[in-house]
C-alpha cells in the first residue's frame, strides 16, 4: 500500500546491491525507484569485478600459451604467443557496456524507475536528486523507505598523490592503458594480488608493498604460504612486509620512475626508497558517503566513515537506535565489501522492510581471488578458529586435501593446490573452508551452502560427486574429517 509518498521504497546507488535490492522490492510488489549519480552497475560492473575479470581472462590465456613446458606435456606446441594491450582493454570496457544494458533493462522490465542524479535526504521522508550542471534533471520525492548502497571508492593512504598515470588506483589500471615494466602494488589483498596476476602475466615486473608483516594478511596463513609458492615465487613477484610506503613521488612515463619511500611499521625508520615506473594504490577501499546529507535522518557515519547497521541491514543512529524505514547495503556499511554480499543485503533488507525478519548469516558469504590459480573461502581462517576454540574451550578439527588426489586436476596437468576445512570436533559444525587451485571459485559453493544450510560435516560424507570432476576435491575434503564425536571429545 503506497499511502502518502511516491515510492515504498526508493534505493540510492544503482551499484550491484542496489539493483538486487530494487529488483527484489519490486518482485515484492512494491512501487520501487532507484536513484544513480554516475553509472549503473557501480564499481563492480564498470571498476572492479567485471573489468578486473576481464582482465584476468586475457591474462590466464597468455600465461597458459607462454608456458610451452606445460603445453608440451600435454602434446600441444605453441609457436610465438603475442597479445594485443589495446584489445584485452577494449574488451574489459566493452564488456562493462554490455552488463551496464542488462541491468538496465531488467530494472526497467519489471518497472523499476531509474532517476538519474545524486540523492541527498531532506529530512523526514524527502529527498532530492539532481546532477550537476542538468537543470532538465532531477526532482524531489518522498518515499516510505530509503535504502542507501552509495558503496565505496580507493581508500589512498596520506602521502600518496595519485597522478592516474605513474601512480594509480584500480580505477585507472584497468583500463590499462600501458603495461610499466615494473609495477610496484601498495597491498597484498585480493586486488593487488589479482593485478599482479594480470601485470605478471603480461610481462611486467611486479613488486609487493605490504604494511603487515606477510603478504596475504586477511588470507588463511596456510593458503597465504601455497599462494606464495604457486603464484609469488614463480613469477618472481619480490615482497616488501612490514612497510609503510609513506612518501610517493610520482614520475613521467619511460623518463622518470617513481620513487616510493618505505618506512618500516614497527620503528618508523626510513628503510629503503624504491624506484619502479609505476605504482598502484591497493590498500582497500573506503566508503563514499559523501552529499547524502545524512544528518537530516539523524545518521552519523563511524570513525571509518562506514553507517552503522543492524543484522538487518537498518540504519543505527549515534544512540544506536534504529533509524525507522533507512536500510543501508553494501560497501557503504563495511560489512562484507564484495558484490554478492551487497546484493545479498539487499535482499534481506527488502525481506525485513515486507516485514518478514530476516539476517543474512555473513559467516557464509564466500569470497574468492581470481588469480591463476584462483583462491576462495568461506567462513573462518585456522587462526581465527584456533582463537575462538581457545576462548570458548572447544578442539578444532582439521581436514586437508590436494589437488594432486583429483583425477580431473591430473588430467588437467593443473594439479597444484589444495583444499583445507576447520571444524569443530565437539559438533561437527564446519567454522571455515579453504581451496586455493584451478576454478577454487566456482568450488566453494558447496561449502558455502552446507555453512548456509547448517549441515555438519558427517552429513557431508555422503554426498555423491560425478567422477572424474574438481568438485570430488570438497568429496575427499568431507570424507577426510574425523566425524566419530566420541572419539574426538
Ligand atoms: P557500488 O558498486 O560501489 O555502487 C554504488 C553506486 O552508488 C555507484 O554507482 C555510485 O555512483 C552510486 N552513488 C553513490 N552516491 C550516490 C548518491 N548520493 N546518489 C546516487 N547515487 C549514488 N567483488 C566481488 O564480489 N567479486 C570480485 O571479483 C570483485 N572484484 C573487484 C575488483 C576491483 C578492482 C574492485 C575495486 C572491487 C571488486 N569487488 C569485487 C568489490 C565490489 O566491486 C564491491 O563490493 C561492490 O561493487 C559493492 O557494491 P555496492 O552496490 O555496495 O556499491
Redesign the pocket.
Known amino acids: 500500500a503506497l499511502g502518502k509518498h511516491d515510492y515504498d521504497v526508493v534505493v540510492?546507488?544503482?551499484?550491484?546491491?542496489?539493483h538486487g535490492a530494487a529488483l527484489h522490492a519490486v518482485e515484492q510488489g512494491l512501487k520501487t525507484a532507484v536513484?544513480?549519480?554516475?553509472?549503473i552497475g557501480?564499481?563492480?560492473v564498470n571498476?572492479?569485478?567485471v573489468p578486473?575479470?576481464a582482465l584476468l581472462a586475457a591474462a590466464g590465456r597468455v600465461r597458459e600459451l607462454k608456458n610451452e613446458m606445460h603445453l608440451k606435456s600435454l602434446g600441444i606446441s605453441v609457436e610465438g604467443v603475442a597479445y594485443d594491450r589495446q584489445a584485452i582493454a577494449d574488451h574489459a570496457s566493452n564488456l562493462a557496456g554490455t552488463i551496464q544494458g542488462n541491468l538496465q533493462r531488467s530494472l526497467e522490465g519489471l518497472g523499476v524507475d531509474i532517476l538519474r542524479g545524486?540523492?541527498r535526504f531532506m529530512g523526514g521522508n524527502r529527498m532530492r536528486y539532481a546532477l550537476p550542471g542538468r537543470v532538465d534533471v532531477g526532482g524531489e520525492i518522498t518515499a516510505r523507505d530509503f535504502i542507501i548502497?552509495?558503496?565505496?571508492v580507493p581508500f589512498v593512504p596520506p602521502g600518496i598523490p595519485i597522478d592516474g598515470k605513474t601512480v594509480f588506483t584500480?580505477d585507472h589500471a584497468?583500463k590499462l592503458e600501458w603495461l610499466p615494466d615494473w609495477v610496484a602494488i601498495i597491498g597484498s589483498g585480493y586486488?593487488g594480488l589479482?593485478f599482479a596476476d594480470v601485470y605478471t602475466a603480461l610481462g611486467s615486473e611486479v613488486t609487493f608493498v605490504e604494511a603487515m608483516d606477510k603478504i596475504m594478511p586477511g588470507f588463511d596463513g596456510e593458503i597465504a604460504k601455497v599462494a606464495k609458492r604457486l603464484l609469488i615465487d614463480p613469477r618472481s613477484i619480490d615482497s616488501h612486509t612490514g612497510v609503510l610506503a609513506t612518501k610517493v613521488t610520482p614520475g613521467v612515463p619511460g623518463v622518470k620512475p617513481v620513487e616510493i619511500e618505505l618506512t618500516d611499521f614497527h620503528t618508523k625508520e626510513k628503510v629503503d626508497t624504491l624506484e619502479v615506473d609505476a605504482c598502484l594504490v591497493a590498500t582497500g577501499?573506503a566508503p563514499?558517503t559523501q552529499?547524502?546529507n545524512l544528518g537530516a535522518v539523524n545518521v552519523e557515519t563511524d570513525r571509518r566513515g562506514f553507517i552503522p547497521v543492524s543484522p538487518k541491514m537498518e540504519v543505527l543512529d549515534r544512540e544506536g537506535s534504529v533509524v525507522p524505514h533507512v536500510y543501508c547495503?553494501?560497501?557503504?556499511n563495511g560489512k562484507f565489501?564484495?558484490?554478492?554480499a551487497?546484493s545479498a543485503q539487499g535482499i534481506s533488507a527488502v525481506e525485513n522492510i515486507c516485514g518478514r525478519p530476516h539476517q543474512l548469516n555473513h559467516l557464509s558469504v564466500p569470497a574468492?581471488c581470481?588469480t591463476h590459480p584462483e583462491i576462495s573461502f568461506v567462513g573462518m581462517t585456522q587462526e581465527a578458529a584456533e582463537e575462538k576454540a581457545k576462548a570458548e574451550g572447544f578442539k578444532v578439527g582439521l581436514a586437508k586435501t590436494s589437488f594432486k588426489a583429483n583425477s580431473k586436476a591430473l588430467a588437467e596437468k593443473e594439479a597444484d593446490g589444495m583444499a583445507k576445512i576447520i571444524y569443530r570436533m565437539d559438533t561437527l559444525e564446519i567454522l571455515g573452508v579453504h581451496i586455493i587451485g584451478l576454478h577454487a571459485a566456482d568450488l566453494i559453493h558447496e561449502a558455502s551452502n552446507a555453512l548456509a544450510m547448517g549441515n555438519t560435516v558427517d552429513q557431508l560424507k555422503f554426498n555423491v560427486h560425478t567422477h572424474p570432476t574438481l568438485s570430488e576435491v570438497l568429496d575427499e575434503l568431507f570424507k577426510q574429517c574425523k566425524t566419530d564425536v566420541k572419539a574426538n571429545a
Request: net charge negative; with cysteine; hydrophobic share 35%.
Open positions: 540510492i546507488g544503482c551499484g550491484v546491491g542496489g536513484v544513480e549519480g554516475h553509472d557501480g564499481t563492480c571498476r572492479g569485478c578486473s575479470k545524486s540523492a548502497a552509495t558503496g565505496s584500480s584497468l586486488i589479482e577501499r563514499y552529499g547524502l547495503i553494501g560497501d557503504a565489501m564484495l558484490a554478492h551487497a574468492a581470481f
